[in-house]
């Protein structure tokens, strides 16, 4: 089922696209025809929405945007809809990942884990919402993670903020339903910088080397390879798109295998 032009017309927002999985996630939507709102706290922001609008011929506005911030959220929202008179779609994909043991675990790390990845997230939904129920159409998809359906080593405060993340998504879905849907996608590893810069990260507290860490994670993945940023678009914009339209409140793995439940 080819997705292309299912979008045209309609206006989608991603959330940290300046690079890695919202970037592709962006591009994605353009070449399904929507037009695009990127943002992201990065610079390299304006750099992506150029590069994206040339590369597929579509309107991309960039905003510069901190997901934490309640404020942020209102002006991107408000500035989506004074560009484009809509938005039809959101995806909250901003997010990033701290590596401590649970005990060594600084304020600043839960702290600010906490408040990009599921504060952003509620401060968007909650600013997103009232024009998607007044327009009595739009979805929301989330992007979660396997480490919010169960617990792991040197993660707390991203598993606790992932777990958040698939809690928020059912209490929406079940409050803007039956015009508005809330899904949210849970993705294993990806090939991206953040994934990179884990690696050395959790090198540094084990001192494991950075292939010992990369097979490791490799091994837990019964379709035997990492995802890619495109595995995961193609299921975010499939939640996005009418094909899903019976489907709310899910968290779907994009784990290769490694979580089933
Ligand atoms: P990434 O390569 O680090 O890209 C994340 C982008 O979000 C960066 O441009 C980053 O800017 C931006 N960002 C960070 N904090 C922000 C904030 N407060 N407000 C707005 N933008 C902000 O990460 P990724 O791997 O693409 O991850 C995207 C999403 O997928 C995240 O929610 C992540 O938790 C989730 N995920 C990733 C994996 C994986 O293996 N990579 C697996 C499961 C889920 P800076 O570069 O300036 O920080």
Same mark, same amino acid.
């Given at each position: 089922?080819?997705?292309?032009?299912?979008f045209a017309?309609?206006? %989608?927002?991603?959330?940290?696209a300046?690079r /890695?999985?919202g970037?592709?996630?962006?591009?994605?939507?353009?070449?399904a025809?929507?037009n695009?709102?990127?943002c992201?706290i =990065?610079?390299?922001?304006?750099? $992506?929405?150029?590069?994206?609008?040339?590369?597929?011929?579509g309107e991309?506005?960039?905003?510069?945007?901190?997901v934490?911030?309640? &404020?942020?959220?209102?002006?991107v929202?408000?500035a989506?809809?004074?560009?484009f /008179?809509?938005?039809?779609?959101?995806v *909250? =994909?901003?997010?990033?990942?701290?590596?401590a043991?649970?005990?060594? $675990?600084?304020d600043?790390d839960?702290d600010?884990?906490?408040?990009? =990845?599921?504060?952003?997230?509620?401060n968007?939904m909650?600013a997103?919402?009232?024009?998607?129920i007044?327009?009595?159409?739009?979805?929301v998809?989330?992007?979660?993670s396997q480490?919010? @359906?169960?617990?792991?080593?040197l993660?707390a405060?991203?598993? #606790?903020? @992932?777990a958040?993340?698939?809690?928020?998504t059912?209490?929406? %879905?079940?409050?803007? #339903?039956?015009?508005?849907?809330? *899904?949210?996608?849970?993705p294993?590893?990806?090939n991206?910088e953040l994934?990179?810069?884990?690696y050395?990260?959790?090198s540094a507290i084990?001192?494991?080397?950075?292939?010992?860490?990369? !097979? /490791?994670?490799?091994a837990a993945?019964p379709l035997?390879?990492?995802?890619?940023?495109?595995?995961v &678009? @193609?299921v975010?914009?499939?939640l996005a798109s009418? !094909? #899903?339209?019976?489907?709310?409140?899910?968290?779907l =793995?994009?784990s290769?295998g490694?979580?089933?439940?």
């Amino acid at each position: 089922m080819s997705l292309e032009g299912d979008f045209a017309g309609q206006t %989608a927002l991603v959330t940290g696209a300046a690079r /890695g999985l919202g970037r592709g996630i962006a591009r994605a939507f353009l070449e399904a025809g929507a037009n695009l709102v990127v943002c992201d706290i =990065n610079d390299a922001v304006e750099a $992506t929405a150029a590069e994206l609008g040339s590369e597929t011929g579509g309107e991309v506005l960039a905003l510069r945007a901190d997901v934490s911030s309640a &404020a942020d959220a209102a002006r991107v929202i408000d500035a989506t809809k004074e560009r484009f /008179g809509s938005l039809d779609h959101l995806v *909250n =994909n901003a997010g990033i990942a701290r590596v401590a043991r649970f005990v060594d $675990t600084p304020d600043e790390d839960w702290d600010r884990t906490i408040a990009v =990845n599921l504060t952003g997230v509620f401060n968007f939904m909650r600013a997103a919402l009232p024009t998607m129920i007044a327009q009595r159409r739009g979805s929301v998809v989330n992007i979660a993670s396997q480490a919010g @359906k169960r617990g792991g080593e040197l993660a707390a405060p991203y598993c #606790a903020s @992932k777990a958040g993340v698939i809690s928020l998504t059912q209490s929406a %879905a079940l409050e803007v #339903a039956p015009d508005v849907r809330v *899904n949210c996608v849970c993705p294993g590893f990806i090939n991206t910088e953040l994934q990179e810069d884990e690696y050395d990260a959790v090198s540094a507290i084990t001192g494991e080397d950075r292939e010992q860490i990369k !097979a /490791g994670w490799m091994a837990a993945m019964p379709l035997g390879r990492f995802q890619e940023v495109e595995d995961v &678009a @193609k299921v975010v914009l499939f939640l996005a798109s009418d !094909a #899903a339209g019976q489907t709310t409140g899910e968290a779907l =793995n994009v784990s290769g295998g490694m979580v089933m439940d």
